[in-house]
């Protein structure tokens, strides 16, 4: 295609230049996309600026913006089995588990436009006889965002939607190795009655697309999702303009199983945690924390899982991990690995890239007798290895838990209840698991403490992202008290 979406139209770039994605699979060319400049950025913030201030999106009712939520909603599941296959060719994930985000993405935008008939303010009759105050919930403009390219689709519907439903407009940057299906979405979404203006997208690269649209001074708010490092050049970018900013970041999340859990449910939760989406995810539970009493039993039960563990092109239905997205990532994952070995950890399986004619394969990788200073304990990886560590007791548990940067998220298995509350309020993330891992609902907010981000996405508080508060002072009837 080779075309931005700005304005409501498919536009050449400013330079016609164009690059291409690849098949992290396959080996084989994907698509073609603009290569945006400052420029192009300058044009869609431009477009999403009009929209805002003098289009009608944000002063439609909430039951309109609903509506038309809604009917996009209808349109990302009718176009399901395309944006699926789109998104796994140009992520390298499993078929199946795309298809199963494309019905995420479907229930996240019915979510929205719930909210956009339920975002309210308060009033305040206790002021005095005479006044009354209003605290009023206006959108908070226009919504620069900046996607990752593990979930594509996914992450900018844990954004858009929210922000539509408040009734902002946006301009969006995806990655430049995933922006199919951030395009596709965007025509979908006007085809079901978004506005022109209020959606746009520039494909391109971070530097100088997705800097400029950070820095950029018409821009009332940036919502990042990414790397730590990333994040923090984007909330300083941000800040030289005192723009509002919004960051979902890394994570090395613990998974935590007490001797008194049911390791039989805990068994298939704890290997999923750690490959779902080949370990790139913020989410993953790349650390395994085991109570000593069970440690080896629980390891040697978790080997013996991950060892079935389907790996190849991500077109079979069958296969639970793909391809790792880019050669750079794949030769991060191998110094971690070196890194562990170096350590002293123990390699009990994997370690290697998988000979392929095609594509780039990582093996399921696990290594016991890691300890919490260990690189392989503390930094995020981002590929299929899992470090197992062991502790005795509660409050070693939660210590090793604490001992990151990042509090994104984390998992315990317990059948105790006060176990169960005391570990949940005693770790620093923002979402934890009890009995489950990885479980998600539009309903519940996600976001992380530290260095895992700033701000909160989904769930009814996610419209406070993209809302301003405005107070309202009313006086009625002649005054009572004067200055002079």
């Not at 990532?329 to 971690?336: A, G, L, R």
């Not at 998600?440 to 907010?445: I, Q, R």
């Amino acid at each position: 295609m080779g075309k931005h979406w700005i304005n409501g139209k498919h536009v050449r770039g400013e330079t016609g230049d164009i690059f291409t994605t690849v098949s992290p699979a396959h080996d084989t060319t994907v698509g073609e996309y603009a290569l945006g400049t400052a420029n192009d950025i300058h044009s869609a913030v431009q477009a999403a600026r009009s929209a805002f201030d003098s289009g009608h999106w944000p002063h439609l009712s909430g039951r309109e913006r609903s509506e038309i939520l809604h009917k996009t909603a209808d349109q990302i599941r009718l176009n399901r089995n395309d944006l699926a296959r789109l998104e796994t060719l140009e992520s390298g994930k499993p078929i199946t588990q795309a298809e199963a985000e494309i019905d995420t993405t479907v229930d996240l935008w019915q979510y929205a436009a719930t909210l956009a008939r339920h975002t309210t303010g308060e009033t305040y009759n206790n002021l005095g006889e005479n006044k009354l105050g209003f605290v009023m919930r206006e959108p908070a403009g226009v919504v620069g965002m900046i996607t990752p390219w593990n979930f594509p689709l996914l992450i900018i519907s844990q954004k858009l939607p929210f922000a539509l439903a408040a009734g902002c407009t946006t301009v969006i940057k995806p990655s430049e190795l995933t922006p199919g299906t951030t395009l596709k979405l965007a025509l979908l979404a006007h085809e079901s009655g978004i506005p022109e203006g209020v959606i746009n997208v520039v494909t391109g690269f971070g530097d100088p697309a997705g800097s400029c649209l950070s820095e950029h001074k018409e821009i009332d708010m940036i919502s990042f999702t990414g790397s730590t490092e990333v994040g923090r050049k984007i909330a300083a970018s941000a800040g030289k303009n005192l723009k509002r900013c919004s960051l979902e970041l890394g994570g090395k999340n613990p998974h935590i199983i007490f001797s008194d859990a049911d390791l039989d449910a805990a068994l298939d939760p704890v290997v999923f945690g750690v490959y779902f989406n080949m370990g790139e995810c913020c989410n993953s539970g790349s650390r395994l924390l085991i109570q000593e009493n069970i440690a080896h039993e629980f390891t040697e039960r978790v080997l013996e899982l991950a060892h079935t563990v389907p790996v190849g092109d991500p077109l079979n239905p069958d296969v639970k991990v793909g391809a790792i997205i880019n050669s750079p990532q794949m030769e991060k994952i191998k110094h971690y690995v070196g890194s562990g070995s170096r350590s002293g950890a123990r390699l009990r399986i994997g370690g290697s890239r998988i000979p392929t004619a095609s594509g780039r394969f990582f093996e399921p990788t696990i290594f016991d007798q890691v300890t919490p200073a260990m690189t392989i304990a503390r930094e995020e990886i981002f590929g299929p290895v899992l470090s197992i560590l062991t502790f005795k007791t509660k409050a070693e548990a939660i210590q090793i838990a604490n001992d990151t940067i990042y509090g994104l998220s984390a998992g315990l298995w317990t059948s105790n209840i006060d176990t169960a509350f005391e570990v949940s309020r005693a770790i620093r993330a923002g979402t934890i698991w009890i009995n489950c891992f990885m479980d998600g609902h539009a309903e519940l907010p996600f976001g992380g403490y530290g260095d895992s981000g700033l701000g909160r996405e989904l769930g009814r508080f996610s419209i406070d992202e993209f809302t301003e508060l405005k107070t309202v002072q009313l006086h009625v009837g002649p005054p009572k008290d004067s200055w002079l």
